[in-house]
């Protein structure tokens, strides 16, 4: 499974690609909103210390809008993949932008039918929000579940990115169902590595090292 961070914080960014396992980025405007940078500068800088797709999302409407601001996205570097809200204005722009080789990520996505189209469509990407589906009492890990089924029986092209996670536990089920990547907060990537088993079990071999004779 590939880890991408879900931020577009510079200083999590770089911490996360040292410890070797970042795949790529996704960011939103809501994560834009939280940096003191210019959109395009940001996503520029992203761009270079992430060595994989790093996803900047439309804000545009319709489709003809959505399209030249997709292009322009597209320019900002290689490995820009530009995030595209699924809806019918979604659908016709991402269509017409995968056909000319843009890597679309349709986001926002809350059913297996919204999944099917955008691959219809040609999205490289599809991002389900479960955690907002587990907010209002409904299971973001089935729809996780009906879209990998899905892609699977027509041997869709196009990669499952799990979003808006919210602990551990969602990321070991999403591998447990082969979903093609994770995105994930910086406060939850943090968490994947502890345990206070290995902690307490690395201190005492220290203190019993101190007692080896050397
Ligand atoms: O990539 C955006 C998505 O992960 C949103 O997460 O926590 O705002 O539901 P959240």
Redesign the pocket.
């Known amino acids: 499974m590939k880890f991408f961070l879900?931020t577009a914080n510079l200083k999590e960014i770089r911490e996360v690609a040292g410890w070797g396992i970042l795949d790529g980025v996704?960011t939103?405007p809501?994560l834009a909103a939280k940096e003191n940078a210019k959109f395009e500068d940001l996503i520029r800088d992203i761009c270079a210390v992430c060595p994989g797709p790093v996803s900047a999302e439309c804000v545009s409407e319709k489709a003809e809008d959505i399209i030249p601001e997709a292009r322009a996205l597209a320019k900002i570097a290689s490995n820009i993949a530009v995030k595209i809200p699924v809806n019918l204005e979604g659908l016709k722009a991402t269509k017409i932008l995968s056909g000319e080789g843009i890597a679309v990520n349709m986001t926002l996505i809350f059913s297996p039918t919204q999944a099917l189209l955008a691959a219809k469509a040609g999205a490289k990407f599809v991002?389900p929000?479960i955690?907002?589906l587990d907010d209002i009492s409904q299971d973001g890990m089935e729809l996780v579940r009906e879209i990998t089924q899905i892609f699977e029986n027509y041997r869709f092209d196009c990669e499952i990115i799990v979003?808006?996670?919210r602990h551990p536990r969602h990321i070991v089920d999403a591998a447990l169902l082969g979903a093609d990547i994770c995105?994930i907060p910086f406060s939850v990537i943090d968490k994947l590595v502890r345990h206070p088993l290995t902690d307490a079990g690395i201190e005492k071999f220290l203190k019993d090292w101190g007692k080896v004779k050397k």
């Open positions: 879900d996704t939103n809501s991002s929000f955690g907002r979003a808006s996670v995105t």
